[in-house]
């Protein structure tokens, strides 16, 4: 009896420990937050602070504050953040004054279309939890730190319409768990890092309006889940690669504005789940492959402005779901095919600036609906 009393008394004061510290630890988890949240808004240039009036201490119950019902920001049940979400607001500020390290269990960040400026800090990488960041659509410059690639559990990556520069780090290569990955309208230069082709699960990779020089690297043929690839408006040298042959759930293979070259490699026919081909505007050369016909779900097929060069291979004419088909400004010679009559759903269709010869397909005459550019002088 007595030593059981002894042993009462020894655990009563670890159990009071534990009864006193397990509350007041969370609330001193969530005030840190809330504190992190109001030094970041502080920062905002101060006509942008009054849209966030529900980021705001209680004054008479600091202690008791929890930023969980704050505009945008949500919690998991032991009330701490794991989402921050203020999209469209107009916020004018940077990141540099974001205490990264304040948000343990931070998952999702969307910051979408503001005015946010300065830099991406290296710091986010102190965001471990971390799958969703969206910072498109802001005024964001320098470099993309690449200790982004640090953020193993990033599935969602957005940078684009931002001004960052520099090259795209190869460490993004390590963020295998990434769908997304969209950089569009940047002035990022330098190539596309070979690294890419290991993120497996990728399904849409965007990469246009950049200054992306070098060849297209041939490890992305490994990106077996890819659904659209647009690398478009970059400077983009050497051949399409065969690889890409690879990617069989590919839906737009959108590669326009570059300065590609080379022959259009046989191995696209094997993209059945193509509807969008864009090539156009590159310096592309030899024949247009006539296997192209078993690319049935083909709806955009923009091949002008390169130095394709043969016939147009009379196949065209099963790609019935073309509305529109584009060839002008190569040096095709021969006939127009009577079978491009067949392509019922065209609206549009240019063939200008060849040496074809022969007239417009008679079922196409009086298609009104059909914007056509067959011979423009
Ligand atoms: C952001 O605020 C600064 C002043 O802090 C101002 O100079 C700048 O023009 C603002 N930017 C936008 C896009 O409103
Ligand atoms: C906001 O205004 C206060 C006082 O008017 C000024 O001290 C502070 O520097 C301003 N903050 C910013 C970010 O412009
Ligand atoms: C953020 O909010 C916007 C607007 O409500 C919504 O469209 C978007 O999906 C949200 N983002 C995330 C990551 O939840
Ligand atoms: C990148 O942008 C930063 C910030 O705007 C600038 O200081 C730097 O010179 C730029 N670097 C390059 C290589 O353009
Ligand atoms: C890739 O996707 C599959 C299926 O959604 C998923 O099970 C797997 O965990 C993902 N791989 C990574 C590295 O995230
Ligand atoms: C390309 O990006 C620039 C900004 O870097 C933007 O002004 C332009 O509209 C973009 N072009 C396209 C076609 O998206
Ligand atoms: C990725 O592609 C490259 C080049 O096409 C190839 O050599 C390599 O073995 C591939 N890697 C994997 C993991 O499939
Ligand atoms: C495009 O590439 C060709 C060689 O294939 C080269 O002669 C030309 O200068 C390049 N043009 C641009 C704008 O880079």
Not at 311 to 333: A, C, D, V
């Amino acid at each position: 009896m007595a030593k059981k009393l002894n042993l009462e008394i020894l655990l009563l004061p670890v159990f009071l420990v534990l009864l006193i510290s397990s509350k007041p630890y969370m609330a001193s988890a969530s005030i840190e937050e809330a504190n992190a949240l109001l030094n970041w808004k502080a920062s905002f240039a101060n006509q942008t602070q009054s849209r966030l009036p529900s980021w705001n201490l209680l004054s008479h119950k600091p202690s008791t504050t929890s930023p969980c019902t704050w505009f945008g920001i949500f919690c998991n049940s032991a009330g701490s953040v794991i989402k921050i979400n203020i999209t469209s607001f107009g916020l004018n500020g940077t990141l540099q004054e974001f205490s990264f390290s304040s948000f343990p269990n931070l998952k999702y960040v969307d910051l979408y279309m503001n005015s946010l400026f300065g830099t991406i800090p290296s710091q986010i990488a102190s965001l471990p939890k971390l799958i969703y960041l969206d910072l498109s659509t802001n005024h964001f410059s320098g470099e993309i730190p690449p200790e982004i690639g640090l953020l193993t559990n990033l599935q969602v990556l957005y940078l684009f319409e931002n001004q960052l520069n520099g090259s795209i780090p190869h460490e993004l290569g390590r963020l295998r768990s990434l769908y997304d990955l969209v950089l569009f309208s940047n002035q990022l230069h330098g190539p596309i890092p070979t690294s890419l082709g290991n993120l497996n699960n990728l399904t849409y990779l965007y990469l246009s309006n950049n200054s992306l020089s070098g060849s297209i690297p041939l490890e992305l043929g490994n990106l077996t889940n890819l659904l659209e690839l647009c690398i478009e408006i970059n400077k983009l040298t050497g051949p399409i690669p065969t690889t890409l042959g690879n990617l069989n759930k590919l839906t737009w293979l959108i590669a326009s504005q570059n300065n590609l070259s080379g022959p259009i490699p046989h191995e696209i026919v094997n993209l059945i789940s193509l509807t969008y081909l864009w090539l156009w505007q590159n310096q592309l050369s030899g024949h247009i492959p006539k296997e192209l016909e078993n690319l049935i779900s083909l709806t955009h097929l923009l091949l002008n402005q390169n130095q394709l060069s043969g016939f147009i291979p009379k196949e065209l004419g099963n790609l019935i779901s073309l509305t529109e088909l584009r060839l002008s400004q190569n040096q095709l010679s021969g006939f127009i095919p009577e079978e491009l009559g067949n392509l019922v759903s065209l609206t549009s269709l240019e063939l200008w600036q060849n040496q074809l010869t022969g007239s417009v397909p008679s079922s196409f005459e009086n298609d009104m609906l059909l914007k056509k550019d067959i011979y423009k002088s």
